[in-house]
């Protein structure tokens, strides 16, 4: 009989892959347990009539963190998909005209400069900032464990967070570099990702700025599916095991000797049977794990605590497949051509369907 200790993972997008990856590396036996008939979750793959769409992500942004990953299992992005710088990192259309972002941070100085003069050098100084940021929230904080409070507790990182401007919106440090509404809405945009308004978001998250405009936009060769098919592939390597179209339900608890609120799952309900493990993870969504899976006694949070929570919107999308060519597409084009202040607040502070939605379009196919 095997002793290795063994784990579940619900859920099969980048995090339950991940984590699965991650388990079998320490010695798990690692069972993935997925309602849909593949891999990917929110970057799951859609065929149909002969066209292939991405479902989900399609910006490829900060690949040091991809390489980061694969590396920690003695792999290399390379290993698994070829990737693409694009230039124009994307194109922004505005009420008239359009401006194309360049890969070549020269060409984009000279645009910015276009603009409004003189910006080229402070995007310069914008992004000597956004460095410092990107490399204090990304080497002492995103990359940490996670484990413990003392993790953060050094000098170090107690004086890096000093400077990632917890207390400014990034709205008013952007608009501390650049007077341009243009430029300010370059700059404001990557903060959209997060799903909050620029001027309720800390300008920590100009670190996103340096991601985009120093890091550059890359595309897997095969689309954003390539990440979900090398993740799955290294994960299969490592010997996980996958079970599709398996939709858990419940879990079952053995409770902790003389505690009302601790307990151990000791059993996953999913559709098609029971199954049990030494530990369980969950790759769905915080909510549903919390509010669905766990019997009431042992949750955290009431619903009404979730009610008041603030979820990032979701987005009304279209797959379209045509059958002609179009002219030169560009791969991601944004359209600004509506007011962002009516928009953002429709949003966010009146949530409603916007009067005017803005929209981006991915022509994947131009790459
Ligand atoms: C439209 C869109 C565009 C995006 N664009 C970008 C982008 O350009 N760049 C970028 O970096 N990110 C982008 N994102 C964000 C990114 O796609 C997500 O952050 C990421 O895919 C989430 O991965 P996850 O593993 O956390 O969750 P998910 O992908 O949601 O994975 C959860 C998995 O759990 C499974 N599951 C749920 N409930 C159960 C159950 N009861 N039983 C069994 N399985 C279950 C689901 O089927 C799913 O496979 C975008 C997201 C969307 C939706």
């Known amino acids: 009989m095997s002793t290795k200790r063994s784990a579940l993972v619900i859920g099969s997008g980048f995090a339950g892959l991940s984590v699965a990856s991650f388990l079998a590396k320490a010695g798990f036996k690692v069972t993935v347990l997925e309602k849909n008939a593949g891999p990917g ?18 910006f490829y942004w900060m690949p040091d963190v991809f390489e980061r990953y ?17 230039d124009p990192s994307y194109r922004v259309y505005w009420e008239e005209g359009h401006t194309d972002l360049s890969a070549d941070f020269e060409t984009l100085k000279k645009t910015f400069d276009s603009i409004e003069p003189g910006s080229g050098e402070q995007l310069e100084k914008y992004l000597q900032e956004a460095l410092v940021k990107y490399e204090v929230g990304m080497g002492r904080f995103v990359h ?28 008013k440090h952007v608009a501390h570099h650049f007077t341009h509404p243009r430029l300010r809405q370059l700059m404001e945009f990557p903060v959209l990702f997060l799903g909050a308004l620029p001027q309720d978001t800390p300008a920590l998250y100009s670190l996103m700025n340096y991601a985009d405009i120093k890091g550059g936009t890359w595309f897997p060769k095969g689309g954003m599916y390539a990440v979900v098919e090398a993740m799955y ?31 151990q799952i000791s059993a996953v309900v999913s559709s098609s049977g029971v199954y049990s493990a030494d530990a369980v993870i969950s790759g769905a969504d915080y909510h549903f794990t919390e509010q669905q899976l766990l019997p ?37 084009s944004l359209f600004f051509d509506v007011s962002f202040a009516t928009h953002g607040h429709e949003i966010y502070k009146e949530p409603k369907w916007p009067t005017e939605p803005q929209f981006y379009v991915s022509v994947s196919s131009a790459t």
């Not at 940490?144 to 709205?171: D, R």
């Not at 042992?298 to 002219?327: D, F, H, I, T």
């Open 70 to 86: 694969f590396a920690q299992f003695g792999k290399k992005v390379s290993d698994y998909y070829e990737l693409d710088r694009l």
């Open 144 to 171: 940490k464990p996670g484990l413990s409070l003392t993790e953060f507790m050094n000098w170090e990182t107690v004086s890096g967070a000093l400077k990632l401007q917890l207390l400014t919106s990034i709205s």
């Open 233 to 263: 592939k290294l994960a299969l390597e490592l010997g996980v095991e996958f079970k599709f179209n398996e939709t858990v339900s419940e879990f079952k608890i053995d409770k902790v000797a003389g505690s009302k609120r601790r307990g």
């Open 296 to 332: 009431a006694a042992y949750r955290q949070y009431s619903e009404a605590y979730w009610k008041k929570r603030v979820m990032a919107p979701s987005c009304l999308m279209y797959y379209v497949g045509l059958n002609k060519k179009l002219k030169n597409p560009v791969h991601h």
């Open 41 to 58: 979750g929110r970057a799951r793959q859609l065929k149909a009539d002969g066209f292939l769409f991405d479902m989900g992500p399609s």
